[in-house]
């Protein structure tokens, strides 16, 4: 065979000479072996192979003042650690206490043959460690890990309003044989206010405040406290405020670059509501007292309500008086 030049070719590309296929003289067993080892590693089957700490999460509440002007919190949550009686083995008595798993013969992994591949998975009776306790540990029945308490200061920014999240690298759940532990994510949720609320302008976010006044108030004028992020300012309402204006406090917003933005105060009228009835004949009078007092939004929107009837009559004579009726 060595003196036939094509035959010595043969010989030395695929092994025997049993047949006359390429693969036929191959050593099945010794490819299916490379391909495993080959195939296996670059897929992270390998034995005892690192395995990273799951990521968590932390949800915190903080109110709308706190978000607003930055705070820090301290924040308590049970984390899975490596209990200490096993050293995270799950044995009793730390790694002296653990045996060869008998379904994967210490490998960590399982293997199937099929044809001339053979395909492997992670041991589901040791989990990939090729080793099982002898007897679970007492501490963590076996687990190798256990809750712990861990405390971490967070700090929440100025200006948080529309909340955060915050990375914290290594802070979650710790990894197994050797993996890296994973990260704790931290997420800022504010709580609504009855009163503040945000709004974005041309010139960064302000601060808004509603302001309920009763009618009184409104309609003579009133020096009224008004309660902000950290302080209270005292401001003056002339008589005749309507519902929905707006008044400016320079510098009395959101903390921002080079000092703080403003905030605006918005009037909301308040209507009583249960009146008893001396209160109500007094606001009927009230109301006949001010039929000529100066209203111009109100006269404004009579005189559209009489221009939209007298087009509608012209348009529609035979419009049923009982509909016109309702519509009031």
Not at 170 to 177: D, H, I, L, S, V
Not at 225 to 231: F, G, I, N, Y
Request: hydrophobic share 35%; with cysteine; aromatic share 6%.
């Amino acid at each position: 065979m060595l003196s036939d030049e094509g035959k010595r070719l043969h010989y030395d590309r695929f092994g025997a000479m049993d047949a006359d296929g390429p693969l036929s003289g191959a050593d099945i067993a010794s490819a299916t072996e490379f391909f495993d080892a080959l195939f296996g590693d670059l897929f992270g089957l390998t034995r005892r192979r690192k395995t990273n700490g799951r990521d968590m999460r932390y949800t915190l509440e903080v109110d709308f003042e706190e978000a607003a002007l930055g705070c820090e919190k301290t924040i308590t949550f049970e984390r899975p650690e490596d209990c200490r009686a096993c050293l995270g083995t799950g044995a009793e008595g730390a790694s002296a206490g653990l045996a060869t798993c008998t379904r994967c013969g210490g490998e960590g992994v399982v293997r199937k043959k099929a044809g001339f591949l053979t395909t492997r998975r992670e041991c589901m009776g040791c989990g990939g460690t090729g080793q099982v306790p002898r007897v679970r540990c007492a501490a963590c029945e076996g687990a190798g890990l256990v809750d712990r308490e861990r405390s971490y200061t967070v700090r929440v920014p100025p200006g948080s309003i529309g909340g955060s999240t915050q990375r914290l690298p290594r802070e979650g759940a710790p990894g197994r044989r050797g993996g890296v532990a994973g990260d704790l994510h931290v997420l800022v949720r504010v709580r609504p206010h009855a009163f503040y609320g945000r709004e974005s302008t041309r010139d960064g976010d302000v601060l808004t405040v509603e302001l309920p006044l009763s009618f009184t108030e409104a309609a003579l004028g009133a020096d009224v406290e008004v309660p902000l992020l950290d302080s209270c300012v005292q401001m003056r309402v002339p008589p005749g405020t309507q519902a929905g204006a707006t008044f400016r406090l320079r510098g009395k917003g959101f903390p921002r670059a080079g000092g703080r933005g403003d905030a605006h105060v918005r009037i909301a009228l308040e209507t009583p509501t249960g009146l008893p009835d001396d209160a109500r004949d007094l606001l009927a009078r009230l109301g006949a007292a001010l039929a000529g007092a100066e209203q111009p939004r109100r006269r404004a929107f009579r005189a559209t309500l009489d221009r939209a009837a007298a087009g509608g009559a012209a348009s529609a004579p035979s419009e049923p008086a009982a509909d016109a009726s309702a519509e009031r």
